[in-house]
């Protein structure tokens, strides 16, 4: 929803923190979680929907459906510098879905609606470059992240980010960020999950950000030789985007008293 910007600088009005230990090392970790100052990029792309069908791990997430077997696969990159715990940076690879038997398959219209229309955003990888980010992520609030090697490279019409395990490039995207002039503000609640232990762990949140007016979809992505890399290009995803998102004025809310686990 569109907000003032008096509204975008009291986000975090009010919270009240609490400490919350990570079970398998006792460190105690703030709760809610918070982003105060960010830089995000995204791209969505469209991808062979039989082929992403078959890296979900139950049949109960339900990804877009497009003509000609196509649906919708985007990749997200955020560059934290104010945190409530050591700055990381993450790189997110996402699905979005309808979770049920039998449901229908979200369309392109739903993408286009607040908050992604009710969709979930299935997380199929997702790589931080900390420790602390990892198990704060993993044990606290549902993720199932790896750590690996982020960097972004800031060119004067794109920004950049290459994604690295052990010196072996699994991703590379850009996106454009010309910006020309700066849109509303804006503040959505949105659902992402992830799938383990046999079990849905889906945490809803609260973002803002504010993007360019009119942001051109222009961007690049290459997979590299890792397996992963591999793996995702086995997807047939297009080597230019639908959309792409670029902010530096990205915050959030995660909070592990919104994280819903169950079985599908």
């Not at 039989?50 to 649906?71: A, F, Y």
């Not at 383990?196 to 993007?211: A, E, F, G, H, W």
């Not at 051109?216 to 086995?234: M, Y």
Request: aromatic share 10%; charged share 25%; glycine share 6%.
């Amino acid at each position: 929803m569109k907000i003032s910007e008096k509204e975008y600088q009291e986000f975090f009005k009010d919270l009240e923190f609490r400490n919350t230990a990570v079970p398998s090392t006792g460190e105690l970790f703030q709760m809610p979680l918070v982003g105060e100052k960010a830089i995000q990029m995204a791209a969505f792309y469209t991808a062979s929907r039989s082929k992403v069908m078959d890296i979900l791990p139950i049949p109960e997430l339900v990804p877009v459906e497009l003509p000609n077997n196509q649906t919708i696969l985007g990749i997200v990159a955020i560059e934290y510098h104010k945190r409530n715990i050591p700055n990381y940076s993450e790189v997110v690879v996402i699905v979005p879905v309808k979770i049920g038997e039998s449901v229908a398959p979200p369309t392109l219209e739903d993408l286009m609606e607040e908050g992604f229309g009710g969709c979930t955003l299935f997380v199929r990888h997702i790589a931080v470059n900390t420790r602390i980010a990892t198990i704060v992520g993993n044990e606290l609030l549902g993720y199932s992240k790896f750590q690996a090697d982020i960097r972004f490279v800031n060119m004067p019409e794109e920004r950049i980010c290459v994604l690295e395990d052990g010196g072996e490039e699994i991703l590379t995207f850009s996106v454009n960020s010309k910006v020309e002039e700066w849109g509303d503000w804006e503040r959505n609640t949105m659902s992402v999950c992830t799938y383990k232990n046999d079990r849905i762990y889906r945490l809803t949140y609260k973002s803002q950000t504010r993007v360019a007016a009119d942001h051109q979809p222009k961007g690049a992505l290459v997979f590299g030789p890792h397996s992963l890399g591999k793996i995702l290009d086995g997807l047939d995803v297009a080597k230019q985007p639908v959309m792409t998102l670029f902010s530096p004025y990205f915050q959030l809310i995660s909070d592990d008293n919104n994280l819903e686990v169950f079985k599908p």
